[in-house]
């Protein structure tokens, strides 16, 4: 049984790359020993391709945001030109509220940091941060009755 479904798995798997073509490969894990400037520029390339997608980029900041840290300050801006270059407003948002999330419970050293390295970028390209549209608190928030 277990040699028919190592079979069937590789038929499968020769199928699939021939009716859909070989895939790129961005993911972390293909990447094992990599210094953070080499993740740096490869990321860097990956965003500036002239042939990037809206799931190409997707699929890039989803393994950003897999990693164990922050992403640096120049694959950001990076990102964020891909986003323009596909006029995906929504997801140039979510990559920044994805960011700031990141920055897990240092949010008040790194954050500003990050804003003010992307911040001449965002202006170009005409963005804003979350802050700036209300989704640092909820929707509906409404201070509590105990509170006041």
């Not at 694959?75 to 995906?88: E, K, P, V, Y």
């Not at 509220?97 to 990141?102: F, H, I």
């Not at 970028?121 to 640092?136: A, H, R, S």
């Not at 929707?139 to 509170?147: C, R, T």
Request: glycine share 4%; net charge negative; with cysteine.
């Amino acid at each position: 049984m277990a040699f028919i479904k190592l079979i069937a798995r590789g038929f499968f798997r020769n199928l699939a790359s021939n009716i859909y073509g070989n895939t790129r490969t961005i993911s972390h894990l293909a990447y094992h020993h990599e210094s953070s400037e080499d993740m740096v520029q490869r990321y860097e390339c990956y965003f500036q391709r002239d042939d990037i997608d809206g799931w190409d980029v997707r699929q890039a900041m989803n393994d950003l945001v897999a990693y164990d840290s922050v992403p640096d300050p120049r694959i950001i801006i990076s990102a964020l030109n891909a986003c323009r270059r596909l006029n995906d407003y929504a997801l140039t948002v979510r990559f920044l509220e994805s960011v700031k999330d990141k920055c897990g419970n240092k949010v008040k050293q790194i954050w500003p940091y990050i804003v003010q390295e992307i911040y001449p970028t965002i202006q170009q390209l005409g963005c804003d941060l979350p802050e700036d549209l209300g989704f640092d608190k909820p929707e509906m928030y409404l201070p509590s009755v105990y509170d006041m």
